[in-house]
């Protein structure tokens, strides 16, 4: 679409810290490894900086329309039940409720979400909306045990696992499996981490072993490619060319914590403290911005 103003301000928003999108999103602060409490990224700025009368958000395109966004609403019904854990308020319930009722509402017969149907209507769909769309209808289920929720579970499982040339969001490589945020463009990092935690939340609520060893295998492919997203000064937002700005380096430091904190492999130790040191360098984060700037400018 081109630059446009929408995006220039979106683009500042972002840098500044005054995007709802982009609000700071820490390593979570009331997850569990062994039952569905808090989410493993802490989203919850995403509620506070919200105008505190919205049950379900709606954010700006670029132009300039409010429309609702999958992966939004997700995040911020995530967010309000980590709200509800740690405060008892009935407000954050209900919010949880309302963006869960919400996804049941707009969820496909195939158990897909058009999360990108407005600006790429011919590839909308998304692992990390289905991700985090199952890791919100499992909560809203523990809260209420109304079986809606878990039937919608398993329709965006479902489809979150058909491969991307049958219409789906995963990819098939021989014993290897990526999960794309968006199935048109390169293997975006924060994505896929964001999708294996919907499958995370699915194996820890359900005896299921194919999904286990769907898991299990995008973990492994996880542990492979890791070293494929860092350019020894910065993180890379996926796997073509693409830095990560700085509020995308941040996220990917927060994902490692918790992944190293959930499945106890040194990797994600590793790349965790080897990216926070690139944080703490001030060349690096100055030259990484004028990369990513550039960028911007060129997409």
Known sequence: MGISIY?????????????????????????????????????????????????????????GEKIYFSIGVFQYGLASYDLFLKTGKDIYKAKLLACADWATENQQEDGSWLTFAYENPKHPYSSMAQGEGISLLIRAHFATQNDKY????????????????????????????????YTNEPLILNGWIFSLWGLYDYCKYFDDETVQSVLDATLQSLIKKLPEFDIKYWSKYDDGKRLCSPFYHKLHIAQLKVMYDLFENDIYKEYADKWGKYQDRILNRMKAFIVKAWQKVVE
């Open 7 to 63: 995006k220039i301000k979106k683009w500042y928003r972002m840098m500044t810290g005054k995007s709802v999108l982009h609000v700071n999103q820490g390593v979570g602060t009331c997850y569990s490894k062994t039952s569905v409490l808090g989410y493993y990224n802490d989203l919850t700025e995403k509620v506070m900086k919200d105008n505190p009368e919205n049950l379900v958000p709606k954010y700006y395109v670029d132009t």
């Open 150 to 181: 878990i039937e919608a579970v398993h329709r965006a499982k479902n489809f979150m696992l058909k491969p991307i040339s049958d219409g789906g969001t995963a990819d098939y490589r021989g014993g290897d499996v990526y999960l794309y945020e």
